[in-house]
């Protein structure tokens, strides 16, 4: 039994996400993706276009392909084992509010495209909401 609990937890470790906090931005170097962690992302509400459009226009730290993140790159970030007092975002991360936001993904069940997923970063959980609805914005952007 000891054995298999020190498997688990190496593989844990193994597969876990490495982010670095360097100035404005967070570094996964697992994923090859580089994260804003700036002012903005505690200051900007937006509907989703309004996100999007934003992420598509940001330039910042010498860079201009940023986008907004999918459901998916949000759970690289999410770390759950955190105190549930706290936010389940990594530690990493410097400007956090307790909010929800935005992600690229839409969801089109029923509804055309009306609605968006958006991470709830207290809980780390996905849900989904109108688009026209506002939100907290944090970019992100491939390192190839």
Request: hydrophobic share 40%; glycine share 2%; proline share 1%.
């Amino acid at each position: 039994m000891k054995i298999l609990s020190i498997l688990f937890i190496s593989a844990i470790l193994l597969f876990a996400t490495k982010l670095t906090k360097s100035g404005d931005y967070v570094i996964d170097d697992t994923h090859k993706l580089m994260w804003q962690d700036s002012m903005d992302n505690v200051k900007i509400r937006v509907i989703h276009d309004e996100a999007i459009e934003y992420c598509d226009k940001l330039s910042a730290n010498g860079f201009s392909d940023w986008r907004l993140p999918s459901t998916t790159e949000y759970a690289y970030i999410i770390d759950k084992s955190r105190i549930k007092k706290q936010i389940m975002i990594n530690k990493a991360f410097k400007y956090v509010m307790r909010d929800d936001y935005w992600a690229s993904d839409r969801t089109w069940i029923r509804n055309f495209g009306r609605y968006a997923y958006y991470i709830f970063i207290k809980s780390g959980s996905i849900y989904y909401q109108n688009r026209t609805y506002e939100k907290f914005v944090r970019c992100v952007r491939d390192m190839k």
